[in-house]
Each structure stands twice: as structure tokens, then as C-alpha cells.
């Protein structure tokens, strides 16, 4: 009986990292779910799509996301030029079937088959769009439960899809999002797991963005509890995420498709639980919120691949089409197509080396009733007051990883212009802030790298990065 490593998704890392090639430099443009998730479906950074943030306000789901950018994502481009018929089943984008974005009769172009939930993240008690109709779901777990659900109706797709067209399936569950509920039968597993005791964890991050500062070190008792329970929970909803992913393969395989069929798993951002005392969320610019998995196994990827080139979710896009045969130049998308690399028909010594991260910070108008003391300004102050978003964590970064240095690059828009610089090789915790010690010449290059990318589109975001600015620091 071979052993695995203690992780709730085994079955997804033998299925599609070990029949494939799994990425260990992926990241996501933006550490939130609606950002992302508008990256991953245009193939372009936030300053291009417009999706700020989780809100109407903020472009989510917005009619002005639906006119300017919809229809252009790439199932879009898949199904009108490339003759796919394509399934879309799970959580879309936070806003999605809001009053002010036409309700769940809204079916975004780009999708034969259309199964989208309605607003944000729920296992039980939801409502799901199918094909512009409501379907309401109660709490019964057989019937209801939406990890299940979505992965019956994704079996139903493959049964009934015609098999004289290519297909392409997005399968997007919520799990491991709050409300962290697990199916009954995983309710007690992983009952001793705890968050990760990292070098970072439960420490003050003394040389940081005021809103790291203000968490409070140590983390109260109270507070760490909260996050072990939290990210038991969440490992226990991912155990039905890999029962999915199983029941699909196995469908595949029974069908006599999956030689013949590319499989991508991955996330819309990372999550952090004590690191540097914040108690659990994403947002923020560290290794922990905007590092995701990313496997791939199909057609002409080898098994047992691992890559460290720098791979980004606005690739995603770009990759699917090139599958397709569509080109990327003939889109609007700022990422590129990593298929090469998967084929091992590229070196990745000609691969790009960095990759713009941004986010625009959310604070409340007033002060939050319980935390008074706080003030306006800032948001999910939970638990024990402490802040994980405020107005001016607006931020962007420069991502670097090359074989000569992997760095990080970040400036805050707020009144210190405040800089965060990490050598993530000597120091992959990101415990020491280096901006103040390294050379003056080598943040001036990086700084321009920056404003470059912060105001690339298409084609000039695919623009080789300043390598040799790196090699000053190492």
C-alpha cells in the first residue's frame, strides 16, 4: 500500500499532475476572486478588463464588463471561430445574476451549455442559472450539495455533447471558498491537521505596508483556533473537489476521450492563514495569496513534468486557443501560450521572466461597529479587529523568476508610496523587506518595469523583462 502525503487532493495530483506537467511558478494577476476570474476568462490583467474588485461598483459582473468585454473571453472566441461547443458549470464571477446585471436569465455568449450560480461562493441553499432559468436547491446533501451537483451535471454534458464537434468544459467550484461546508461523509477527516507553522507565520511583519504592521502579534488563542478550524474545513471540502475531478477522468476514459483531451486544474488566487498575524484571507501582494497549482496533463504532455517558468492565469486563455489553433495575436489578450513549453517544444531559457500583479484595495465608508476604534478606511476587520483590506492597499508588482533571480517588485498608491522588494530565493518567506538596502539603480529599472507593465496592453505585455537589473542584487 504506497502512502501519500497528507493532502486532500491525491487523486487530482495522480490524475492530472502525474499524468502531465504540474507548474511550480503559476500565479494569478490579482489575489481575489472576481479579478481573477475576469483575467482568466479575457486573458488580460485587470487594468485592461476593468474588474477591480467583488462589487457591481467595481466592474463585476457589471452590464459594462458584460458590453465591453463578454464577448471576447475565450470560450467566446472557442465557440464562434473554432466550432467548439462548450459547458460552463459553477461559480462565474461574484455578481453574476445581480438585479443590475440582468439577473440569472443573463447567459454570457460563449457558452452552448450554461450552469452558473448565482452570486458568490455556497455549497447548500443556492440558485443556479441553467441556460437563463432558475433552479432553486435546498440543503438535502444527495440532491443539493453543489461540489456533487456540478460534477453530475458535468457527466451529463460529456454523455449527451455531440460527438461531431471538439468541446471544451470550465468546472468551477467554489470549494475550498467559505462557507468551508463539507460533505457528511468528510466532516471528521483531517481532524488533527493544523495551518502550516511557517517561518512567517504568527510574526509581526515589521518592515511592511502599514496594514501588515497593524495585525496584532501574537494572534490572540481565540484567533488561531478560528484559522486551524478554517483551513480544516477547507481541506475537507477539497475531498469532494477530488472526487470530482476522479468521476470526470474516469467518464473520460470510459468514453475513450481522454487521450485525446487536455485537463488544467488550478485556482483564482492563493489564501493566507497566520501568515505574518493576519488571521485568514487573500488580497494581499505575498507568495501565500497569489501563488496557485497549476496541472496540465493531454495530447503530447509528457507524464511526470515539472516546470519552473513563470506561468500566469492570463495565459490561460492564450493556451486553450493555441489548442484550438487560434491565434493569440489575433485576440486583445495580454498573456501567452505556454503549450510550447508543455510539448517541450520551447526552451525555457526564451520564455518570458516576469509577470504584472495588481489589486486596487476596498475600504468601508464608515467604521465598522464592532472594531470603533479603527475608523473608516477599512474592511473584513475580522477576526480580533484585524484588518486584511483597507482603500490603499492598492498595489502592483513585478513578479520576476529566471534562472538568474527570483524577485519581487511591489509599489503601494498611497501617501508613503510605500515599497516592497523580496529576494524570494535567499528569502522565500518574505520576511525581510529589501527596498531600503539595494541598490539604487536596480529599483529605478524595476520601477520603470513597472509602470511599462502597468500600462501594457496585448502585445507590449509580452515584452522581455529587464534581467539584468536582477543580477546586481544577487
Known amino acids: 500500500m504506497c502512502h501519500f502525503f497528507q493532502s486532500p487532493l491525491n487523486k487530482t495530483k495522480?490524475?492530472?499532475g502525474d499524468a502531465g506537467i504540474s507548474f511550480t511558478n503559476a500565479f494569478v494577476a490579482s489575489p481575489l476572486c472576481c479579478p481573477s476570474r475576469a483575467s482568466i476568462l479575457t486573458g488580460k490583467y485587470?487594468?485592461?478588463?476593468?474588474?477591480?474588485?467583488?462589487?457591481?461598483?467595481?466592474?463585476?459582473?457589471?452590464?459594462?464588463?458584460?458590453?465591453?468585454?463578454?464577448?471576447?473571453?475565450?470560450?467566446?472566441?472557442?465557440?464562434?471561430?473554432?466550432?467548439?461547443?462548450?459547458?460552463?458549470?459553477?461559480?462565474?464571477?461574484?455578481?453574476?445574476g445581480h438585479s443590475d446585471a440582468g439577473g440569472v436569465e443573463h447567459v454570457p455568449p460563449g457558452w452552448s451549455y450554461w450552469v452558473g450560480l448565482e452570486k458568490n461562493s455556497k455549497y447548500y441553499n443556492y440558485t443556479l442559472s441553467v441556460n437563463g432559468k432558475a433552479q432553486k436547491h435546498g440543503a438535502n446533501y444527495s440532491k443539493d450539495y453543489l461540489t456533487d451537483v456540478l460534477a453530475n451535471m458535468s457527466?451529463?454534458?460529456?454523455?449527451?455533447?455531440?460527438?461531431?464537434?471538439?468541446?471544451?468544459?470550465?468546472?468551477?467550484?467554489?470549494?475550498?471558498h467559505s462557507p468551508w461546508t463539507a460533505a457528511p461523509q468528510y466532516q471528521d477527516k483531517f481532524n488533527t491537521t493544523k495551518a502550516p507553522r511557517d517561518?512567517?507565520?504568527?510574526?509581526?511583519?515589521?518592515?511592511?505596508?502599514?496594514?501588515?504592521?497593524?495585525?496584532?502579534?501574537?494572534?490572540?488563542?481565540?484567533?488561531?483556533q478560528f484559522l486551524d478550524d478554517a483551513f480544516r474545513k477547507r481541506w475537507r471540502t477539497l475531498l469532494s473537489v477530488d472526487d470530482l475531478v476522479e468521476k470526470i477522468v474516469t467518464r473520460l476514459e470510459v468514453r475513450g476521450e481522454l487521450d485525446n483531451t487536455y485537463i488544467f486544474f488550478t485556482s483564482d488566487n492563493g489564501y493566507h492563514t497566520g501568515q505574518f498575524s493576519l488571521p485568514?484571507?487573500?488580497?494581499?501582494?505575498?507568495?501565500?495569496?497569489?501563488?496557485v497549482p497549476l496541472m496540465v496533463r493531454g495530447p503530447n504532455i509528457k507524464p511526470n513534468q515539472t516546470s519552473q517558468v513563470l506561468v500566469a492565469n492570463v495565459d490561460l486563455g492564450?493556451?486553450?486557443?493555441?489548442?484550438?489553433?487560434y491565434s493569440v495575436n489575433k485576440t486583445q489578450m495580454d498573456g501567452m501560450s505556454f503549450l510550447p513549453i508543455m510539448e517541450g517544444k520551447m526552451n525555457s531559457s526564451s520564455w518570458r521572466t516576469d509577470i504584472l500583479v495588481e489589486y486596487e484595495g476596498e475600504g468601508s465608508n464608515v467604521s465598522d461597529p464592532a472594531c470603533p476604534l479603527l475608523g473608516p478606511g477599512v474592511s473584513e476587520c475580522f477576526p480580533d479587529c484585524v484588518c486584511e483590506d483597507s482603500y490603499n492597499n492598492t498595489y502592483a508588482c513585478v513578479r520576476t523568476v529566471a534562472p538568474?533571480?527570483?524577485?519581487?517588485?511591489?509599489?503601494?498608491?498611497?501617501?508613503?508610496?510605500?515599497?516592497?522588494?523580496?529576494?524570494?530565493?535567499?528569502?522565500?518567506?518574505?520576511?525581510?523587506?529589501?527596498?531600503?538596502?539595494?541598490?539604487?539603480?536596480?529599483?529605478?529599472?524595476?520601477?520603470?518595469?513597472?509602470?511599462?507593465?502597468?500600462?501594457?496592453?496585448g502585445q507590449s505585455c509580452r515584452t522581455p523583462g529587464p534581467l539584468n537589473v536582477v543580477l546586481h542584487l544577487l
Open 14 to 16: 495522480k490524475l492530472i
Open 46 to 96: 485587470p487594468h485592461n478588463h476593468r474588474v477591480i474588485n467583488n462589487t457591481i461598483e467595481g466592474n463585476c459582473s457589471s452590464k459594462a464588463w458584460q458590453k465591453s468585454e463578454e464577448g471576447q473571453t475565450f470560450p467566446a472566441l472557442l465557440k464562434a471561430y473554432a466550432g467548439y461547443q462548450t459547458f460552463f458549470a459553477g461559480k462565474y464571477l461574484n455578481q453574476y
Open 155 to 176: 457527466l451529463d454534458f460529456l454523455q449527451y455533447k455531440s460527438n461531431y464537434q471538439p468541446f471544451f468544459m470550465m468546472v468551477s467550484v467554489p470549494a475550498p
Open 199 to 224: 517561518p512567517n507565520f504568527n510574526i509581526h511583519g515589521k518592515d511592511k505596508h502599514w496594514l501588515i504592521r497593524q495585525a496584532k502579534t501574537p494572534m490572540t488563542n481565540s484567533s488561531v
Open 280 to 291: 485568514l484571507d487573500k488580497r494581499q501582494l505575498y507568495e501565500f495569496d497569489i501563488r
Open 318 to 325: 492564450p493556451t486553450v486557443l493555441d489548442i484550438a489553433g
Open 404 to 457: 538568474s533571480a527570483n524577485l519581487q517588485y511591489c509599489e503601494f498608491d498611497d501617501n508613503e508610496v510605500f515599497v516592497e522588494v523580496y529576494n524570494v530565493t535567499a528569502d522565500p518567506y518574505q520576511l525581510t523587506n529589501i527596498a531600503k538596502t539595494i541598490e539604487q539603480e536596480v529599483l529605478e529599472k524595476m520601477n520603470r518595469r513597472l509602470m511599462m507593465l502597468q500600462s501594457c496592453s
